[in-house]
Each structure stands twice: as C-alpha cells, then as structure tokens.
C-alpha cells in the first residue's frame, strides 16, 4: 500500500469526519467558557475576601483602640463638619429661590 | 468580525472578546475534534475531551506564541488531555483486570486482516496515532505535529513511518 492509498484510506474514515460547521459544539463551549469565568470570579472574590478578612483580624485589635481615640479627639471636628456640610448643601438647593430676592451665589 | 484574519480574531480573543474566540472555535473545530476522534474510544469522549481542550485554549489564550496557529495550539492542549485520559484509563484496566482474574475471559480474537481503520488505529500507541491521525489523516505537516505533541521532528518521522508499517499489516493490504 503506498502511502497515498493509506492517507486516502485514513482520509476516507467517514465516523472521524465532523460536520465543518456546527453550531451545537461552539454553544456547548462557550457555555462552558462562561462556567469557568464565573468560578475564575467566583475563587478571586472569594480568596479576595478571605485575605481581607485575615488582615482584618489581625490588625483590627491594634486599630481599634486608635480609631476609639481618634474619634473622641476629632467629634467636635466631625460635628462641625457635619452642620457645615447640611447648610452648604441646603444653599445650594435653595439658589434658585435666593435669586428671586437678588443674591446671586 | 465577519472577514478578520486568525491573528486578528487572535488578538481580539486575548482582549477578552468572546465573539472573536466562538468564531476561532467556529472555524477549527472540524479540524480538533477529527484529530481527537482518532485518539478518543467513543465520538462522545472525543468530544468531551475536545471542548475542555477549547476551554483551556480560551484560559490561556495569552500563552499562544505568534507563528502558531490557534489549531495547532488546541491540538496541542487536546493531546495533552488524552495522554492523561489514557493514564486514568489504562490504571482502571489494570484494577478491573486484577479483579476479574479469577474469572474465565474469553480471548479476544487476534486482529482480523480486514479490520476497520478505527479499529487499526487503536492498535498503535498513542503517540503513534496521534502522528498518523495529524499527518496522514489530517494535513497538518511534520513540523506542526512535532510542535503539537511536543517531540522532536526526527522522532514523529519515525513514528509515522512505524505506524505506516504497522497500519500496512493491520489493514491486510499489499504493497
């Protein structure tokens, strides 16, 4: 048998022949490319979380005391802060009824 | 997309676009799934196998070297899963044989001189089908075959000639 009678022999074998077009297998995977990019997600939010979680707990108790002291030192500020915030938003608000009486900000 | 080269829908698959990566997949899959129908036991495995292989393509896209064909790149991936498939598959025999040992089997009938050319491909070792079935069976040259199963040129030369050899016997045709 020379090789050329092989190759066609080979060639021949119809139950290895796919169809050149079929829509079914490129659905199928893509269906599952879709499944793998969401456990892909899934394991980098997760792994994510836990590491978030692990420096959490191993820095919060040293933190803690910080942000308790920082916030009893910077609650005037913060109160401040606050009430400037409320009027300098409710200004804004009330611009168009501030023209009417002719002050223009 | 309609009328983008392979490098381009390549690049834009790299960037993440699963339209350009469906149409890779459209345009080789005849090509993959022919190459693994070959090394597979049943249509459906080889199937199997061959979507996982498109899977692993789409997660390692990045890896592709320039003057490689995605084919080609696939193939690689596919041949790669069917050797460990045959691992698994070959350590299962083996406990399956060791549990039915002290059954009679009958013997199976020694190769038949007209077997069919499935039939003779799963005589041949792995490595040897897989060379036959890229480069006679499929039109994939020498070089890409080595590139794919990962072995040097000189040693897919001589596999396809054994496999030509033996192939020869099984099929029961003369020269």
Redesign the interface.
Known sequence: ???D???A???A?A?????????G??I???Q??ER?RFL?NLAWWISGAAAVIAVMGVVMPYLAPAFITLGDALLPAVIILSVAGMVAVGVWYLRPALRDFGIRI | MENLSHAALIRRACSGSDEAFSRLVSDSQQAVRAFVRRLAVTADDADDLTQEAFVTAWSRIDRLREGISFRTFVCGIAYRKALNDRRRFNRQVTRETQWHALTPQTASSTVDSRLSVQAALAQLPLDQRATVSLCLAGDYSHSEAAEILGLPLGTVKSHIAKAREKLTALLGVRS
């Open positions: 048998m020379s090789e009678a092989l190759k022999l080979l060639q074998d139950s290895a022949q796919p169809p050149a077009r079929d829509i297998f490129v199928a995977v893509m599952k490319v793998r892909d």
